[in-house]
């Protein structure tokens, strides 16, 4: 489900008329979160915006994932129209530094929220010398169900290039938008758990190949040059990746485990989400 809602306010300022461009500052960061709260149980969750639609900056528009049993995502399906909801945030997650040259990600289900907030700020809010320097972003989405990308009239494992238009899902829009609009930068690949197509040890491999033109600009590699993302729910994570750590009260990143741990991956920085 994709819901829209009004820019938060800070607490002593208000939107000025005519800044639309409410979340510059987020987008041009890299991934970032909002906490929705529910006004009678006092409960709080974590949301992640998708990019935004191009006539209305200023508006937060979330994918929500209904989870069984799941209380605010529960209660955010049962929200009407102009129904009303406490937002706490923006809080900044990972950021993208200078001389990115190469992304994976690998996300499951919602987990393609901060994939999307990565490629919009790389393509979109980056300026970038020549065309060649833009950022190779290769995304890997498996999905449990078909049914939860709206697409009926293919099966398999298949890039947005043979994806009918009449596809409805909102996520699938801002793709196919962004691949329209950086041709060749974006590649995406989906896989649905009940149709026995997953992602697996080859095409993480082949994401991670990289093309002449990439090795030729890859002079000035830093450690963040080219960084893996694993995003998804947590068993998704521990799959691919291996567990994160608790430590000194807080969530750290642990060890590189998992599918990818066994295959020794070096030159790339790996980051759990
Ligand atoms: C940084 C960040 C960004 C996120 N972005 C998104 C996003 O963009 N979209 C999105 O959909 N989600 C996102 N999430 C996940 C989101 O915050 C919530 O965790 C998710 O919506 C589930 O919340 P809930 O209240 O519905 O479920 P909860 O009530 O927290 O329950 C979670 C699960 O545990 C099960 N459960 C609950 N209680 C019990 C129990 N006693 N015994 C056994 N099982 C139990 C429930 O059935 C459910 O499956 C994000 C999380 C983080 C940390």
């Given amino acids: 489900m994709l819901i829209t809602a009004p820019p938060i306010r800070s607490r002593v300022g208000s939107l000025l008329e005519n800044d639309t461009d409410y979340y510059k500052e987020q987008w041009g960061f890299g991934t970032w979160s909002v906490e929705i709260k529910q006004p009678q149980l006092q409960i709080s969750r974590e949301y992640t915006p998708l990019p935004p639609n191009a006539g209305s900056p200023e508006k937060l528009r979330l994918y929500i994932?209904?989870?069984?049993?799941?209380?605010?995502?529960?209660?955010?399906?049962?929200?009407?129209?102009?129904?009303?909801?406490?937002?706490?945030?923006?809080?900044?997650?990972?950021?993208?530094?200078?001389?990115?040259?190469?992304?994976?990600?690998?996300?499951?289900?919602?987990?393609?929220?901060?994939?999307?907030?990565?490629?919009?700020?790389?393509?979109?809010r980056r300026k970038y010398e020549m065309d060649q320097s833009r950022p190779k972003i290769r995304i890997l989405w498996a999905n449990r169900e078909r049914?939860?990308?709206?697409?009926?009239?293919?099966?398999?494992i298949s890039?947005?290039?043979?994806?009918s238009h009449k596809i409805q899902n909102p996520v699938v829009k801002i793709i196919t938008e962004l691949q329209q609009?950086?041709?060749g930068c974006l590649k995406v690949m989906y896989l649905v758990d009940e149709e026995g197509t997953m992602i697996n040890q080859k095409l993480i491999s082949s994401a991670m190949k990289r093309d002449e033109k990439t090795i030729?600009?890859?002079?000035?590699?830093?450690?963040?040059?080219?960084?893996?993302?694993?995003?998804?729910p947590e068993g998704f994570v521990?799959?691919?990746a291996g567990p994160k750590k608790w430590q000194g009260?807080?969530?750290?990143?642990?060890?590189?485990?998992?599918?990818?741990?066994?295959?020794?991956?070096?030159g790339w920085k790996v980051w759990k989400l």
Avoid: C
């Fill in 65 to 124: 994932r209904k989870e069984k049993g799941g209380e605010m995502s529960n209660y955010l399906w049962g929200l009407k129209e102009k129904g009303k909801l406490g937002l706490r945030g923006p809080k900044l997650g990972f950021e993208l530094k200078e001389g990115i040259t190469d992304v994976v990600f690998l996300a499951g289900g919602t987990g393609i929220a901060p994939a999307l907030q990565v490629a919009y700020t790389l393509l979109e």
């Fill in 147 to 156: 049914e939860e990308l709206h697409d009926e009239n293919h099966t398999g």
């Fill in 159 to 163: 890039t947005t290039s043979n994806i």
């Fill in 181 to 183: 609009k950086h041709p």
């Fill in 216 to 232: 030729q600009r890859d002079t000035n590699t830093s450690m963040y040059s080219k960084l893996l993302f694993v995003s998804g």
């Fill in 238 to 240: 521990n799959h691919f």
């Fill in 249 to 266: 009260g807080g969530e750290q990143q642990g060890g590189v485990g998992g599918i990818l741990g066994n295959m020794g991956i070096t």
